[in-house]
Nanobody
Framework: HVQLVESGGGLVQAGGSLRLSCTASSTAFTRSPMNWYRQAPGKQRELVATIYSGAFPNYADSVKGRFTVSRDFAKNSVYLQMNSLKAEDTAVYYC?????????WGQGTQVTVSS
């Protein structure tokens, strides 16, 4: 059963940092771009960051300079380091990948930033 499992969310004060982790159950994901999405209450899910196997990562304008995405192929994992967090970063964060035409989503992890 192929799945993505996230961890690392929590409650943090504005200006603080959190690091999210996403671990894939299959090494097949090493050939796929990995994405981080987030969804705030009452808002649509938005793409936050994408990391590829060999190219530079992409970021939403709202998080550029504050978030860094990375991956560890040996651990089948992708990470999202979030610094200088703002109240508007509060959301459920999801790890996502597309593999062989199927979309795989993690269960989501809540990030709450208090102002």
């Amino acid at each position: 059963h192929v799945q993505l499992v996230e961890s690392g969310g929590g409650l943090v004060q504005a200006g603080g940092s959190l690091r999210l982790s996403c671990t894939a159950s299959s090494t097949a994901f090493t050939r796929s771009p990995m994405n981080w999405y987030r969804q705030a209450p009452g808002k649509q899910r938005e793409l936050v960051a994408t990391i590829y196997s060999g190219a530079f990562p992409n970021y939403a304008d709202s998080v550029k300079g504050r978030f860094t995405v990375s991956r560890d192929f040996a651990k089948n994992s992708v990470y999202l380091q979030m610094n200088s967090l703002k109240a508007e970063d509060t959301a459920v964060y999801y790890c996502h990948a597309q593999l062989d035409g199927y979309d795989y989503w993690g269960q989501g992890t809540q990030v709450t930033v208090s102002s």
